[in-house]
């Protein structure tokens, strides 16, 4: 069974920056898409950024420029690093597959963004 383990997150004051990583078990990391997502209180769990197994990235319009998403292939690791972060960041943020498998998903890591 994989096992996805995210870290990494935090409290921190607006414009400040987190680098997240997520763990992944498994000997097919390398042949899949990975995506970072985040949920808020009240809301659903929504994607933030994707990659594919080569390395291409994309992210959604409310944090292009501000977050990049890279991945290790030889660590089983995906990174998120979130720069001019916002109060609007703020929420759990999970990493699983892109598209998820509801199996995968872990606990995730807070990421808390205020003053």
């Known amino acids: 069974q994989v096992r996805l383990v995210e870290s990494g997150g935090g409290l921190v004051q607006p414009g400040g920056s987190l680098r997240l990583s997520c763990a992944v078990s498994g000997s097919i990391f390398s042949r899949v898409a990975m995506g970072w997502y985040r949920q808020a209180p009240g809301n659903q769990r929504n994607l933030v950024a994707r990659i594919t197994n080569s390395g291409n990235p994309y992210y959604v319009d409310s944090v292009q420029g501000r977050f990049t998403i890279s991945r290790d292939n030889a660590q089983n690791t995906v990174y998120l690093q979130m720069n001019s972060l916002k109060p609007e960041d703020t929420a759990v943020y999970y990493c699983?597959?892109?598209?998820?498998?509801?199996?995968?998903w872990g606990q995730g890591t807070q990421v808390t963004v205020s003053s």
């Open positions: 699983n597959y892109f598209p998820p498998l509801p199996r995968n």
